[in-house]
């Protein structure tokens, strides 16, 4: 059956080519299109590799860093979406402990404990079991910044959407030793930056530092504050603010605007740990309008706290729906007890007038009596609170 098969394959290919190679088909020239115009590389994206140490990482006492790539995304007049690409190792030891301790209590690093239980000498009440030590990020929103000229620019929302990206709000953990994870973070930072680096805050393991573009050093050094106004916990300012025909791909609706601020703050803590974070939730601020009217943020993403840092002056955005004719006068920011009114730029805050009565709930709360009107039978209040 086989050879009849290939007889019957030799015969077709000589009614075909008589037998003869020169009788095949020759190829046709593909006609070449000139270009219009040469591809536009950033050379931002290779700008890491000129640094030792961020091609071949950092690490702390439990993790080890290294940047694989650096991309830019988009580039939308003065702003570019930068996407870096990471590979995170845990590089913690295994840890012997006594098995009575390891079934009573874990050891934890960053909020997480040994995981893996592995084997050991066996010397009775003594015996010896080795252990790994996981190493966890609670929430990326809290713990990675890009700093961009000694600002500290937070993760983007589109974050998630890249390949192997990390969601803002979500933990991280390497369970064992040796165990890898590639990730890849986005950041929204001026277009005109030069001086880049990736930051991780970990106050208990030390924090870690990766340059990716300019002077590391340049990066790394906090950038002067605006100024803003201060509570104990925290010192805010308002530095740029704009009209947004879209969120999230929804125009306004009708009669309607928005208006996007942006933000520096910087934490007035005086610890270095965690607790130093200062985290102010969308509930707590509100836009006010020259007319008194309060607006609360329509967040691009979601209900996320702004959170800043106390080492360098954090970059914030907010987004605020009005009516298209109303003023608007003031942010209004809640930190603990403490209110701040922090003026808009290009406008000034309205100043309520002389009270006729003050009242004052302690720390709670304060009402004042800006005037009175009797007509006829009733009585008119024009309060504050």
Do not use: C
């Not at 050379?43 to 790539?69: Q, T």
């Not at 966890?136 to 929103?141: E, F, G, H, L």
């Amino acid at each position: 059956m086989l050879l009849i098969a290939a007889t019957v394959r030799a015969g077709i290919e000589d009614d075909f080519y008589a037998g003869d190679v020169n009788n095949y088909p020759r190829p046709t020239p593909v006609a070449s299109v000139p270009r219009q115009a040469e591809p536009v590389r950033d050379a931002l994206a290779g700008a890491f590799r000129a640094f030792p140490e961020a091609v071949k990482g950092v690490a702390n006492s439990h993790v080890r860093v290294r940047i694989r790539d650096l991309e830019v995304v988009e580039q939308t007049g003065k702003e570019r979406l930068l996407a870096v690409g990471t590979l995170w190792e845990n590089i913690h030891p295994k840890v012997a402990v006594s098995r009575r301790a390891a079934e009573g209590k874990v050891d934890r690093t960053m909020g997480a404990g040994g995981l893996l239980g592995g084997g050991g000498s066996r010397s009775g009440a003594d015996e010896q079991v080795w252990r790994d030590v996981a190493y966890k990020v609670p929430q990326w929103s809290q713990h990675l910044v890009l700093l961009a000229d000694g600002v500290a620019y937070p993760l983007d929302p589109r974050s998630r959407t890249l390949r192997d990206g990390a969601d803002p709000e979500d933990s991280f953990t390497l369970a064992r030793q040796g165990e890898t994870r590639r990730l890849r973070f986005a950041f929204r930072v001026p277009a005109k930056a030069k001086n880049l680096a990736l930051h991780l805050f970990d106050y208990n393991n030390g924090h870690i530092t990766l340059p990716l573009a300019g002077d590391a050093e340049q990066a790394m050094q906090p950038a002067i504050m605006a100024t803003g106004q201060r509570s104990s916990m925290v010192e805010v300012a308002v530095v740029d603010s704009h009209a947004r025909k879209h969120l999230n791909g929804q125009p306004a609706p009708d009669g309607w605007r928005y208006l996007e601020l942006t933000l520096l703050g910087r934490s007035l803590a005086k610890g270095r740990d965690m607790g130093a974070i200062v985290n102010i939730r969308p509930d707590n601020l509100w836009l006010q309008d020259a007319e008194g009217f309060l607006y609360p943020p329509r967040l691009p993403d979601r209900d996320a706290p702004l959170a800043f840092f106390p080492e360098y002056p954090t970059h914030a955005r907010l987004v605020f729906l009005l009516p298209r004719d109303a003023l608007p006068a003031r942010l209004l920011l809640r930190a603990g007890r403490e209110m701040l009114s922090l003026a808009l730029p290009g406008g000034g805050v309205p100043s309520l007038p002389t009270p006729l009565q003050h009242w004052a709930d302690g720390e709670l709360a304060e009402w004042s009596l800006l005037g009175a009107l009797r007509r006829d039978d009733r009585l008119v209040l024009d309060p504050a609170a």
